[in-house]
């Protein structure tokens, strides 16, 4: 009987641990979350794994301030890399790609209640219209932010800004040319717009962060942090010679079982 209980057990633990990587050891750095809906999905997207309801981010928000990680901004791993203030103990980005308005009337407001902080890589082209780049196919178009609400996101100090392009370009399937001209415009118009510096950018798709001729365009754009989707904790203090910085992608479809996992060994699943 013991045996069984005992051989079960083994199957169940060989189970667990094909799924999840618990038993590896805990990883340091810099964590940066990657979300980009945050609410309710319109009915049937394709693209569920992009949205995370309200319910769960606040939950995960509760989970980085119990276990005693400090959300900041990109304004702050810019100051502590110039020799500023350096960062705390353990630091956390919450990253949102794209621009949704979801970001402002959700993910804002669940962070500014709870006493966090958040940071959102913006589309320039798209602001105040909807993701048009996007095959509505596969998910109707949804709104993107306001300028206005943008503006007093940063007002609040709760919330940074980056840049994702003018246009959600595939930056590895584009002329380079054209590459270089969406990472160098946006930065611009950003700064013209909002009235302070854009050091902090992310490949749309990921793509282009890890071919050389794209990430020198974005490096030499004058961004001084770039962001990919590969997974995992990166270093810090972090140069860029070591590459894109890495992100925890947060997916819809996940535990909190994940959560724990992706903040304390930079991935929860093989
Ligand atoms: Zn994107």
């Known amino acids: 009987m013991t045996g069984l209980i005992a051989g ?19 990883v340091k750095g810099l964590s940066v979350l990657m979300y980009h809906k945050i609410g309710t999905p319109p009915k049937g997207p394709n693209l569920g794994t992009l949205w995370v309801s309200s319910e769960m981010f606040a939950k995960q928000v509760d989970y980085l301030l119990k276990h005693g990680f400090t959300p ?12 500023g203030k350096a960062l705390p103990e353990k630091p956390v980005l919450i990253t949102f790609d794209d621009g ?3 970001n402002y009337t959700q993910a804002y407001r669940i962070l500014k209640e709870k006493g966090a902080k958040g940071n959102i890589f913006l589309v320039y082209n798209t602001m105040e219209k909807n993701n048009e780049w996007h095959n509505p196919d596969t998910e109707p178009w949804l709104p993107m932010l306001s300028w206005a609400e943008v503006n007093e996101m940063l007002a609040s100090g709760v919330m940074d800004m980056g840049s994702h392009t003018m246009n959600h370009a595939n930056l590895a399937k584009i002329p380079l040319e054209k590459a270089g001209w969406e990472m160098r415009e946006s930065k611009k118009r950003l700064e013209e717009k909002l009235g302070h510096e854009i ?4 490949y749309p798709y990921g793509s282009g962060a890890f071919v050389p001729e794209v990430r020198k365009l974005a ?6 942090f770039d962001f990919s989707v590969r ?3 990166s270093p810090w203090p972090w140069t860029q010679d070591m590459g894109p910085v890495k992100r925890i992608f947060v997916r819809g479809d996940d535990f909190m079982l994940d959560f724990h996992l992706n903040m304390t060994r930079g991935k929860a699943r093989f």
Request: proline share 4%.
């Open 100 to 102: 949704y308005k979801n």
């Open 231 to 233: 997974q995992g904790i």
């Open 8 to 26: 079960a057990a083994a199957v169940a633990a060989a189970g667990f641990s094909a799924r999840w990587n618990w038993w590896r050891p805990g």
């Open 219 to 224: 490096l030499e754009a004058g961004y001084l």
């Open 72 to 83: 900041v901004l990109f304004r702050d791993i810019v100051a502590a890399q110039r020799g």
């Open 199 to 202: 050091p902090c950018f992310a």
